[in-house]
């Protein structure tokens, strides 16, 4: 068990040294930004004294090193400062006590992909990986051939292809589900089942073809080892070979497929959240990479590659905890 | 005289490639009566392991049965259904398969694995069949018979883990096991206490057996009688003794005299001559783990010596060493009297080109892009610098050389090739740098015995012709009577025991080169009672090895 | 409710039809160890796939127009849908048949051996190379040119304010849909595949070096790669754009370019991982080993030695990598920071006219042109991939 400990603790370390350096690079490639953030944030109307005034609240005037780690409080701190956007207005138009900061933009926003993320999961998974297994049972059947067309197909497809097909479909032209996802707070939570039923199926149909195709992919090579082979040399039955020996041994390839997947709906998310006009973290990365209101775009970018290596690493961690071989050491 | 336990009529099997099926096994006949052990023996290829399986009813995916007969008393095998194959499968047939690390389930302990087949077949109880279980690791003499079945496959060694997946077989008391080259895998000395341990088993239980091997020893040992194969059909079946001395076919006199090729020995070097090379007191490691100890030995010229040892002894890590792949820690090697750069990223191109190497696998060893022409000649042009119809002249020479037609295979890739063949040109391209040394590591373990002797006898040639030394790796005692003059043997990255041939085959020997001597099979039906005779049966195999 | 109970009952039918069916199937084959051994799963699977097939049949004979009078919009597009995949099937394997008997020995017998996918796929991107380089010389109009009233639906119905002269409408500000389409895949198709290469560059070269020379330079470079790819590649490209485009107008260089060196950087990261694993699995083989004793030196291992065996896992990958590149470019346009008008782009156009699907059930040409501009993505990454992965199949099938 020590070993394994020792292991974990390695991952969990490792993670959290990419995160930090991934931190550093989105704070250099930000700042590789030319001229100064002021007359960015003021554009056409700067005038000396405002420009200075914005310097000072940003603490422009201090070193790169030092607003770094001041960044870097701030991230830990959820003091995510406030956004340009909203200082802009402030220091154009006077006033100042209604601005909302970068954490009061992203908190809504992001339980609310946090729920899309979920609704598209729960379908997608074990839709996935039951599909997954029989194409593998079924192998080079009429099923596992259409299967295989179908998905490479999807997986072709980019997102907003598929969103517009299926509000086509769903929407226009027999009117099931609704095609815009206006949520709010403290809405009843299957209305926002319902209204958030289409972006969650574009985003199913994408990660259910990867996983689908991992896992396939996945148990074909584990049907193939020798211990399986030996296991129906034992007379046992079809279902018991994989139940009880394929199963044990299939579960960290799947536990990789299913974070690997999710991971990659942090990417998709983006895209299909702007088609559905969803107020996800997605939609508000883009509406802030347009504008380039840097706060939030360097927030929003952290919190994406956070959740990516946290998946990942979740990933890594589960699949040696289902290592027999690591778990009892000789 | 009773219906035989397992009858084969006419058996056909064929296989796909590229769509299409082709044949594996023409139409073979197979008897097997209660009791008896039938030995299987064949090269590569000869279908032995699909005939060990199609007795169960079983063939391998991309694989089919397409004519003929499989009856297993009396039951018709081929068309029963899924469900009663199942019932026989496990319960009446029980399977032993090669690789038994890769045929046992990680995720589950070897006892579960064991009691599985009789809880699933109703023979017995959990609990009783966990005791049976156990009371058999005793009967297979595994350490600590109590406590091992609840270990995981992983944490058993290769030898124990065959010997638990033996007792797996017999839980449920099966009519017939289907041996598959159980101890191929295995070192000379691991292998001895399997056999031992099956032999026992089968007799005490008086189970019918099919043992597949390719090895002529160990089926004289196993098989009351034998069946000889080649490439899908029967070459002649006869009981052991009558097969071993006295044989019908060609094909099998040919197998048989494998084993006497012996090349005249040579006198020993002149005591004030330089070596060839010389390996003076190498020390050497991967990371911090030391994996050599103070290795001396000479290699004289025209001269070749046999390093020996088991899996993990260190024999080829000495060679890296001689080549400069892994520089020493402690200690040089000499070439002809001048220490060498330890690295070979710092020796010269002369230097280099004096050190040849010839490989296990040719597979991995000739790029499978280029053809013949283009491996032999790279050497030829890099070192000799020769261009155009010299170049093509000196490649064709060296195919001549080997024994192949240049013609037919100058323009061929790897992949066209067969084992033997690709051997030869990884011998050529050797020989392409006229080199004084070569270093053939286990060159022939990978081929086929009469393969293997004709690439022995070309070695012996090319040396007498050429003045050749090689130091030849290898982990097989009759490789090391056919070809050597000197023998090293490595144990545990030391050198334990060197001389002379002759001496090192003669008694006195030193108590680990006896053991390795000792432990390797011979045609002898009686070698293995005789030794375990001897040496008693908790005497031998890895139990030896500790008590040195 | 009644439509789950429908739902529902039609699962309950199909259920008991799988029972009699594997019946009738193994009285009548007399216990034939098709039905025999079949499981109910099995059998479950074969009458589902009737019922559906069924259904499809059913449906795509339904009238065109409902009897309100108004179009069957569903019916329509489902005809087309059907139309469409039979014929781009029929396009494969007449393009197959051919390709098995004019060419030479090889390939032929490539052809030969061919899925129909496979054939779809390579049939696919001929065509699209055709258009992509002679687009100036297909399309009727030029890509900026603005030619009239705006007028998106298409079909060029005057009667819904059409001119047959641009059968695919005109866009908001009056430029000819078809010559953008067609001159999309120039740019969009053009630029992905600079970006591909410049990835492979990079990527390729770094990827070799790192398997072959071993050492610190490959923990250098692998954590940096480690790095870059803990940052989800079209947030960073997105992260990366925002600065470009700063940077872009002060420069005065093309947004454009900036695009193509954000994204094959990004990319170049999976390429050098891939081209890493290819070379450290060849590095092992001992015909390398071979050649470093020789003493050859690093161009001739590289070059001669590792590169003419990872040619194959290469070029599968780089068609992996051009689908994946030209995906992220249209998202990129698709979110209105990549390719920059007024070049005409699919991603763009997409998401210039998508809010016409909206008026599918009133006209089902209006949903027409924005689809024809996705699906233009679409079947191009689609092709590739079947291209790719009937490679993919044919190797791993040749090590077995």
Request: aromatic share 8%.
């Given at each position: 068990?020590?070993?394994?400990?020792?292991?974990?603790?390695?991952?969990?370390?490792?993670?959290?040294?990419?995160?930090?350096?991934?931190?550093?690079?989105?704070?250099?490639?930000?700042?590789?930004?030319?001229?100064?953030?002021?007359?960015?944030?003021?554009?056409?109307?700067?005038?000396?004294?405002?420009?200075?005034?914005?310097?000072?609240?940003?603490?422009?005037?201090?070193?790169?090193?030092?607003?770094?780690?001041?960044?870097?409080?701030?991230?830990?701190?959820?003091?995510?400062?406030?956004?340009?956007?909203?200082?802009?207005?402030?220091?154009?138009?006077?006033?100042?006590?209604?601005?909302?900061?970068?954490?009061?933009?992203?908190?809504?926003?992001?339980?609310?992909?946090?729920?899309?993320?979920?609704?598209?999961?729960?379908?997608?998974?074990?839709?996935?990986?039951?599909?997954?297994?029989?194409?593998?049972?079924?192998?080079?059947?009429?099923?596992?051939?259409?299967?295989?067309?179908?998905?490479?197909?999807?997986?072709?497809?980019?997102?907003?292809?598929?969103?517009?097909?299926?509000?086509?479909?769903?929407?226009?032209?027999?009117?099931?589900?609704?095609?815009?996802?206006?949520?709010?707070?403290?809405?009843?939570?299957?209305?926002?089942?319902?209204?958030?039923?289409?972006?969650?199926?574009?985003?199913?149909?994408?990660?259910?073809?990867?996983?689908?195709?991992?896992?396939?992919?996945?148990?074909?090579?584990?049907?193939?080892?020798?211990?399986?082979?030996?296991?129906?040399?034992?007379?046992?039955?079809?279902?018991?070979?994989?139940?009880?020996?394929?199963?044990?041994?299939?579960?960290?390839?799947?536990?990789?497929?299913?974070?690997?997947?999710?991971?990659?709906?942090?990417?998709?998310?983006?895209?299909?959240?702007?088609?559905?006009?969803?107020?996800?973290?997605?939609?508000?990365?883009?509406?802030?990479?347009?504008?380039?209101?840097?706060?939030?775009?360097?927030?929003?970018?952290?919190?994406?590659?956070?959740?990516?290596?946290?998946?990942?690493?979740?990933?890594?961690?589960?699949?040696?905890?289902?290592?027999?071989?690591?778990?009892?050491?000789? | 005289?009773?219906?035989?336990?397992?009858?084969?009529?006419?058996?056909?099997?064929?296989?796909?490639?590229?769509?299409?099926?082709?044949?594996?096994?023409?139409?073979?006949?197979?008897?097997?009566?209660?009791?008896?052990?039938?030995?299987?023996?064949?090269?590569?290829?000869?279908?032995?392991?699909?005939?060990?399986?199609?007795?169960?009813?079983?063939?391998?995916?991309?694989?089919?049965?397409?004519?003929?007969?499989?009856?297993?008393?009396?039951?018709?095998?081929?068309?029963?259904?899924?469900?009663?194959?199942?019932?026989?499968?496990?319960?009446?047939?029980?399977?032993?398969?090669?690789?038994?690390?890769?045929?046992?389930?990680?995720?589950?302990?070897?006892?579960?694995?064991?009691?599985?087949?009789?809880?699933?077949?109703?023979?017995?109880?959990?609990?009783?069949?966990?005791?049976?279980?156990?009371?058999?690791?005793?009967?297979?003499?595994?350490?600590?018979?109590?406590?091992?079945?609840?270990?995981?496959?992983?944490?058993?060694?290769?030898?124990?883990?065959?010997?638990?997946?033996?007792?797996?077989?017999?839980?449920?008391?099966?009519?017939?096991?289907?041996?598959?080259?159980?101890?191929?895998?295995?070192?000379?000395?691991?292998?001895?206490?399997?056999?031992?341990?099956?032999?026992?088993?089968?007799?005490?239980?008086?189970?019918?057996?099919?043992?597949?091997?390719?090895?002529?020893?160990?089926?004289?040992?196993?098989?009351?009688?034998?069946?000889?194969?080649?490439?899908?059909?029967?070459?002649?079946?006869?009981?052991?003794?009558?097969?071993?001395?006295?044989?019908?076919?060609?094909?099998?006199?040919?197998?048989?005299?494998?084993?006497?090729?012996?090349?005249?020995?040579?006198?020993?070097?002149?005591?004030?001559?330089?070596?060839?090379?010389?390996?003076?007191?190498?020390?050497?490691?991967?990371?911090?783990?030391?994996?050599?100890?103070?290795?001396?030995?000479?290699?004289?010229?025209?001269?070749?010596?046999?390093?020996?040892?088991?899996?993990?002894?260190?024999?080829?890590?000495?060679?890296?060493?001689?080549?400069?792949?892994?520089?020493?820690?402690?200690?040089?090697?000499?070439?002809?009297?001048?220490?060498?750069?330890?690295?070979?990223?710092?020796?010269?191109?002369?230097?280099?080109?004096?050190?040849?190497?010839?490989?296990?696998?040719?597979?991995?060893?000739?790029?499978?892009?280029?053809?013949?022409?283009?491996?032999?000649?790279?050497?030829?042009?890099?070192?000799?610098?020769?261009?155009?119809?010299?170049?093509?002249?000196?490649?064709?020479?060296?195919?001549?050389?080997?024994?192949?037609?240049?013609?037919?295979?100058?323009?061929?890739?790897?992949?066209?090739?067969?084992?033997?063949?690709?051997?030869?040109?990884?011998?050529?391209?050797?020989?392409?740098?006229?080199?004084?040394?070569?270093?053939?590591?286990?060159?022939?373990?990978?081929?086929?015995?009469?393969?293997?002797?004709?690439?022995?006898?070309?070695?012996?040639?090319?040396?007498?012709?050429?003045?050749?030394?090689?130091?030849?790796?290898?982990?097989?005692?009759?490789?090391?009577?056919?070809?050597?003059?000197?023998?090293?043997?490595?144990?545990?990255?030391?050198?334990?025991?060197?001389?002379?041939?002759?001496?090192?085959?003669?008694?006195?020997?030193?108590?680990?080169?006896?053991?390795?001597?000792?432990?390797?099979?011979?045609?002898?039906?009686?070698?293995?009672?005789?030794?375990?005779?001897?040496?008693?049966?908790?005497?031998?195999?890895?139990?030896?090895?500790?008590?040195? | 409710?009644s439509g789950s109970m429908i739902f529902l009952l039609g699962l309950a039918g199909i259920a008991a039809m799988a029972f009699l069916f594997r019946l009738a199937g193994q009285k009548a084959t007399g216990d034939a160890p098709k039905f025999r051994d079949m499981s109910y799963g099995e059998a479950f699977g074969y009458m589902l796939a009737a019922t559906l097939l069924i259904l499809a049949v059913w449906y795509y004979f339904q009238p065109k127009v409902t009897e309100a009078g108004m179009a069957n919009a569903g019916v329509v597009f489902f005809r087309w849908a059907v139309q469409g995949f039979l014929i781009f099937a029929a396009a494969a394997w007449l393009f197959?048949?051919?390709?098995?008997?004019?060419?030479?020995?090889?390939?032929?017998?490539?052809?030969?051996?061919?899925?129909?996918?496979?054939?779809?796929?390579?049939?696919?991107?001929?065509?699209?190379?055709?258009?992509?380089?002679?687009?100036?010389?297909?399309?009727?109009?030029?890509?900026?040119?603005?030619?009239?009233?705006?007028?998106?639906?298409?079909?060029?119905?005057?009667?819904?304010?059409?001119?047959?002269?641009?059968?695919?409408?005109?866009?908001?500000?009056?430029?000819?849909?078809?010559?953008?389409?067609?001159?999309?895949?120039?740019?969009?198709?053009?630029?992905?595949?600079?970006?591909?290469?410049?990835?492979?560059?990079?990527?390729?070269?770094?990827?070799?070096?790192?398997?072959?020379?071993?050492?610190?330079?490959?923990?250098?470079?692998?954590?940096?790669?480690?790095?870059?790819?803990?940052?989800?590649?079209?947030?960073?490209?997105?992260?990366?754009?925002?600065?470009?485009?700063?940077?872009?107008?002060?420069?005065?260089?093309?947004?454009?370019?900036?695009?193509?060196?954000?994204?094959?950087?990004?990319?170049?990261?999976?390429?050098?991982?891939?081209?890493?694993?290819?070379?450290?699995?060849?590095?092992?083989?001992?015909?390398?080993?071979?050649?470093?004793?020789?003493?050859?030196?690093?161009?001739?291992?590289?070059?001669?030695?590792?590169?003419?065996?990872?040619?194959?896992?290469?070029?599968?990958?780089?068609?992996?990598?051009?689908?994946?590149?030209?995906?992220?470019?249209?998202?990129?346009?698709?979110?209105?920071?990549?390719?920059?008008?007024?070049?005409?782009?699919?991603?763009?156009?997409?998401?210039?006219?998508?809010?016409?699907?909206?008026?599918?059930?009133?006209?089902?040409?209006?949903?027409?042109?924005?689809?024809?501009?996705?699906?233009?993505?679409?079947?191009?990454?689609?092709?590739?991939?079947?291209?790719?992965?009937?490679?993919?199949?044919?190797?791993?099938?040749?090590?077995?």
């Amino acid at each position: 068990m020590n070993s394994i400990l020792r292991i974990i603790l390695q991952r969990l370390g490792l993670g959290l040294l990419t995160l930090f350096v991934v931190s550093i690079v989105i704070f250099v490639a930000v700042n590789l930004l030319p001229g100064d953030f002021a007359e960015l944030i003021l554009g056409q109307g700067a005038t000396p004294e405002t420009v200075a005034t914005i310097r000072r609240d940003l603490g422009l005037d201090q070193p790169l090193v030092l607003r770094y780690f001041d960044w870097l409080r701030g991230m830990l701190t959820l003091d995510l400062g406030t956004s340009f956007s909203q200082l802009n207005r402030v220091s154009n138009l006077g006033g100042g006590s209604d601005t909302t900061t970068v954490v009061e933009q992203i908190a809504p926003r992001l339980s609310n992909t946090l729920f899309l993320a979920a609704v598209t999961a729960s379908i997608a998974v074990p839709f996935s990986i039951t599909l997954g297994v029989l194409a593998a049972l079924y192998r080079n059947t009429a099923f596992d051939r259409s299967a295989n067309i179908f998905t490479l197909s999807s997986i072709s497809s980019p997102e907003f292809f598929m969103a517009y097909v299926l509000i086509l479909f769903l929407a226009v032209l027999n009117p099931i589900l609704p095609s815009l996802s206006n949520i709010y707070q403290g809405m009843p939570f299957w209305e926002r089942v319902e209204k958030s039923l289409l972006p969650a199926l574009t985003l199913t149909l994408v990660v259910t073809a990867h996983m689908m195709r991992m896992t396939r992919a996945a148990i074909i090579n584990l049907l193939a080892s020798p211990y399986i082979e030996m296991a129906r040399l034992k007379g046992l039955s079809p279902m018991r070979v994989i139940v009880k020996h394929a199963l044990p041994n299939a579960l960290a390839p799947i536990i990789n497929v299913i974070a690997l997947n999710l991971a990659y709906l942090i990417t998709g998310v983006v895209v299909v959240e702007v088609v559905f006009v969803y107020p996800g973290i997605g939609q508000l990365f883009v509406d802030s990479v347009k504008i380039r209101d840097i706060p939030v775009v360097q927030a929003c970018c952290l919190i994406f590659a956070a959740a990516y290596i946290l998946l990942n690493l979740t990933a890594d961690i589960l699949s040696i905890l289902s290592n027999p071989r690591l778990r009892h050491p000789k | 005289m009773p219906d035989p336990l397992v009858k084969i009529r006419n058996l056909h099997i064929e296989g796909r490639s590229d769509e299409s099926w082709s044949p594996i096994i023409n139409g073979v006949d197979l008897d097997l009566n209660k009791g008896e052990v039938l030995g299987l023996i064949g090269e590569s290829g000869a279908g032995k392991s699909t005939i060990g399986l199609a007795a169960m009813g079983f063939t391998r995916d991309g694989v089919r049965i397409s004519d003929g007969t499989v009856e297993f008393d009396g039951i018709d095998m081929v068309n029963a259904s899924a469900a009663k194959k199942r019932a026989l499968l496990g319960k009446r047939i029980a399977y032993v398969a090669q690789s038994a690390a890769a045929s046992f389930n990680p995720a589950h302990r070897l006892i579960d694995q064991h009691t599985e087949g009789p809880v699933q077949h109703g023979v017995a109880s959990r609990a009783q069949s966990q005791e049976d279980g156990i009371e058999l690791y005793r009967k297979l003499r595994l350490p600590n018979p109590d406590q091992i079945g609840f270990r995981y496959p992983h944490q058993v060694s290769g030898g124990q883990l065959q010997r638990a997946m033996t007792a797996m077989a017999m839980s449920c008391r099966p009519d017939l096991i289907i041996f598959d080259e159980p101890t191929t895998a295995l070192d000379v000395t691991t292998q001895i206490e399997v056999l031992a341990a099956i032999r026992e088993i089968v007799e005490e239980f008086d189970t019918a057996a099919i043992y597949i091997t390719h090895d002529l020893a160990v089926v004289a040992q196993m098989a009351d009688k034998i069946k000889v194969l080649l490439r899908g059909d029967e070459v002649e079946e006869a009981d052991t003794r009558t097969m071993l001395s006295s044989p019908k076919e060609d094909y099998t006199k040919s197998l048989w005299a494998v084993r006497s090729f012996e090349r005249p020995e040579k006198p020993p070097a002149e005591p004030d001559a330089v070596p060839v090379v010389s390996v003076k007191g190498v020390t050497a490691a991967y990371g911090k783990v030391d994996v050599l100890h103070d290795v001396s030995f000479d290699i004289h010229a025209g001269r070749t010596v046999a390093v020996v040892g088991e899996s993990g002894s260190g024999k080829s890590t000495a060679a890296r060493c001689i080549t400069g792949l892994l520089p020493p820690r402690e200690g040089h090697v000499e070439f002809e009297g001048e220490a060498m750069p330890l690295d070979y990223k710092a020796r010269s191109k002369e230097q280099l080109r004096q050190v040849q190497m010839i490989y296990q696998m040719a597979d991995t060893a000739l790029n499978p892009r280029k053809t013949i022409a283009q491996i032999i000649g790279r050497p030829v042009e890099f070192y000799m610098g020769l261009k155009g119809s010299a170049l093509r002249d000196r490649v064709d020479q060296l195919l001549d050389q080997i024994e192949l037609d240049p013609a037919q295979f100058r323009n061929r890739l790897p992949s066209e090739l067969s084992g033997g063949q690709k051997q030869r040109i990884g011998i050529a391209r050797a020989l392409a740098a006229e080199p004084r040394f070569i270093i053939c590591d286990e060159v022939t373990s990978a081929l086929d015995q009469l393969v293997a002797e004709g690439i022995l006898r070309l070695l012996a040639r090319l040396q007498d012709e050429l003045g050749l030394s090689y130091m030849f790796i290898t982990h097989d005692l009759a490789t090391v009577r056919a070809i050597s003059d000197e023998v090293v043997v490595m144990k545990d990255g030391k050198v334990v025991d060197r001389g002379p041939k002759t001496e090192m085959f003669r008694p006195p020997h030193h108590a680990y080169t006896d053991l390795l001597l000792s432990s390797v099979p011979e045609m002898d039906p009686d070698w293995l009672d005789n030794l375990l005779a001897e040496r008693g049966v908790d005497n031998i195999g890895d139990a030896a090895v500790d008590k040195m | 409710m009644s439509g789950s109970m429908i739902f529902l009952l039609g699962l309950a039918g199909i259920a008991a039809m799988a029972f009699l069916f594997r019946l009738a199937g193994q009285k009548a084959t007399g216990d034939a160890p098709k039905f025999r051994d079949m499981s109910y799963g099995e059998a479950f699977g074969y009458m589902l796939a009737a019922t559906l097939l069924i259904l499809a049949v059913w449906y795509y004979f339904q009238p065109k127009v409902t009897e309100a009078g108004m179009a069957n919009a569903g019916v329509v597009f489902f005809r087309w849908a059907v139309q469409g995949f039979l014929i781009f099937a029929a396009a494969a394997w007449l393009f197959r048949l051919l390709g098995r008997n004019v060419g030479t020995a090889w390939t032929r017998k490539l052809f030969r051996q061919m899925p129909l996918t496979a054939s779809f796929g390579i049939l696919v991107i001929l065509i699209y190379a055709f258009v992509a380089i002679f687009a100036g010389a297909i399309a009727p109009h030029g890509q900026e040119e603005i030619l009239g009233a705006a007028n998106v639906i298409a079909g060029g119905d005057p009667a819904l304010g059409g001119d047959p002269a641009y059968p695919l409408g005109t866009d908001q500000i009056g430029r000819d849909i078809l010559s953008r389409l067609i001159y999309g895949a120039q740019n969009t198709v053009g630029i992905a595949f600079i970006t591909t290469i410049l990835a492979f560059l990079l990527g390729g070269t770094f990827g070799f070096l790192a398997a072959t020379l071993g050492g610190w330079l490959d923990q250098l470079l692998s954590r940096a790669v480690d790095v870059l790819m803990a940052i989800p590649s079209l947030i960073f490209a997105l992260l990366l754009m925002t600065i470009a485009t700063v940077w872009a107008p002060k420069l005065g260089i093309p947004l454009t370019w900036f695009m193509i060196v954000i994204i094959a950087v990004i990319d170049s990261t999976r390429v050098y991982r891939l081209a890493r694993a290819v070379g450290l699995n060849i590095v092992v083989m001992d015909y390398i080993e071979a050649a470093k004793l020789r003493g050859e030196g690093l161009g001739y291992l590289v070059f001669k030695e590792i590169l003419p065996n990872a040619t194959a896992p290469l070029l599968a990958e780089f068609g992996l990598r051009f689908c994946f590149v030209f995906l992220t470019i249209a998202a990129l346009s698709f979110l209105g920071v990549g390719i920059q008008p007024p070049l005409a782009d699919w991603g763009t156009m997409v998401r210039d006219l998508a809010q016409f699907i909206n008026f599918a059930a009133f006209s089902p040409m209006a949903a027409v042109t924005p689809l024809l501009a996705a699906g233009a993505i679409a079947l191009l990454t689609v092709g590739v991939n079947f291209v790719v992965d009937w490679m993919l199949h044919k190797s791993s099938g040749l090590k077995e």
